[in-house]
């Protein structure tokens, strides 16, 4: 008798043990820039795969405003965890400086920022803009880099009209021939136009970055007050996130199946080709190849801030690449390379 409460003790032990092993799982609310689109994969990767969980986290993942707005969204700690624009954070923490939030996570390490038209425009250069009309949503981060990219090509903006139109008649302004280019990120704007029936070959893309613009794109930011209070949860969130990004880039043919069980209404050959640009341009550049993905190079990051600087005029004194990046949160970069 003895012997048999014993075990049945041992059995409560064990189901009690369990039932909190199983609740010390953390849920985490993560907030995308934009819709859940081919560049999104691999955070669904990371979900499907286990990466998350491995880290005893439970994350939901939401879509979001735009690259720009969505950062007041972690500020707040309404999401402790977003992707957003780092050089929006710039201007960000300058209006709010009593708001401490950090990069942790570089994704981006050229920003997908561009100038979109059609070929029958004849835009071929950043001079060719002079006496055009361009269209440009007032908090797209691409256009937030206006000024910066008019001082590098010598641009004469008096002689460009810029047109404030909305996010979702900015492809449908251009295919209809309402304005004579657009800024927005590249592989949006790009497989939007095709969306509407304009053929690949019609369609140009300048990419900022290869035109003077040195700054970064989107990263992995954190609400201070969360990160401060859960640094095991940030750190294994980071880890996790590697694992599907470079998992991401090695099989992006199968990455893109997480994306598509979640937005059963995409295109998904256009979706597949949208994250592949993504990867080439954006994520896997030579700079990731060589250092591993996630992490910046801070050289370049004081003289992406002395560039913010010219879009933006700082109230406060310049931040440092320390004040907008933290690399405390990744793994060795042994375990970020691909």
């Known amino acids: 008798m003895f012997r048999r409460l014993g075990l049945t003790a041992l059995a409560g032990a064990l189901l009690a043990a369990s039932a909190i092993?199983?609740?010390?799982?953390t849920d985490l609310k993560f907030a995308l820039d934009w819709k859940f689109e081919g560049p999104s994969a691999p955070y669904f990767v990371a979900i499907d795969k286990g990466y998350y969980k491995a880290e005893d986290l439970n994350v939901t993942v939401d879509s979001g405003?735009?690259?720009?707005?969505g950062i007041a969204r972690v500020a707040a700690g309404t999401y402790p965890i977003g992707f957003f624009d780092i050089n929006s954070l710039a201007r960000f923490r300058d209006q709010n400086p009593d708001k401490d939030i950090k990069g942790v996570l570089m994704v981006y390490d050229r920003p997908p920022f561009s100038i979109v038209s059609l070929a029958k425009s004849g835009i071929n250069a950043p001079k060719d803009l002079e006496?055009?009309?361009?269209?440009a949503p007032a908090p797209d981060g691409a256009f937030a880099q206006w000024k910066a990219f008019v001082k590098e090509n010598k641009i004469d903006d008096s002689k460009?009209?810029?047109?404030?139109?909305?996010?979702?008649?900015r492809e449908p302004m251009l295919a209809d021939?309402?304005?004579?280019?657009?800024?927005?990120?590249?592989?949006?704007?790009?497989?939007?136009?095709?969306?509407?029936?304009?053929?690949?070959k019609d369609i140009k893309v300048m990419l900022m970055s290869d035109y003077g613009i040195v700054l970064y794109g989107n990263a992995i930011m954190v609400n201070p007050e969360y990160a401060k209070a859960n640094p095991k949860v940030v750190a294994g969130f980071v880890r996790a996130t590697l694992k599907g990004i470079i998992d991401t880039i090695k099989d992006p043919e199968a990455a893109i199946k997480s994306v598509m069980k979640r937005?059963?209404?995409?295109?998904?050959?256009?979706?597949?080709?949208?994250?592949?640009?993504?990867?080439?341009?954006?994520?896997?550049?030579?700079?990731?190849?060589?250092n591993g993905v996630g992490d910046i190079?801070?050289?370049r990051m004081a003289e992406s801030i002395e560039q913010i600087a010219v879009t933006y005029e700082f109230k406060a004194a310049k931040p440092k690449a320390s004040d907008l990046f933290t690399s405390q949160y990744l793994p060795p970069a042994a375990d970020r390379k691909f």
């Open 297 to 299: 190079d801070e050289k």
């Open 131 to 135: 006496g055009k009309i361009l269209g």
């Open 65 to 69: 405003p735009g690259s720009v707005a």
């Open 160 to 169: 460009v009209k810029i047109e404030n139109v909305g996010f979702p008649v």
């Open 21 to 25: 092993s199983a609740s010390a799982e």
């Open 263 to 290: 937005n059963e209404t995409a295109d998904e050959k256009i979706e597949l080709a949208r994250l592949k640009m993504s990867l080439k341009d954006n994520i896997a550049t030579p700079w990731a190849r060589a």
């Open 177 to 200: 021939g309402k304005v004579d280019a657009i800024t927005g990120f590249s592989f949006s704007s790009y497989f939007n136009l095709m969306s509407k029936g304009i053929a690949e």
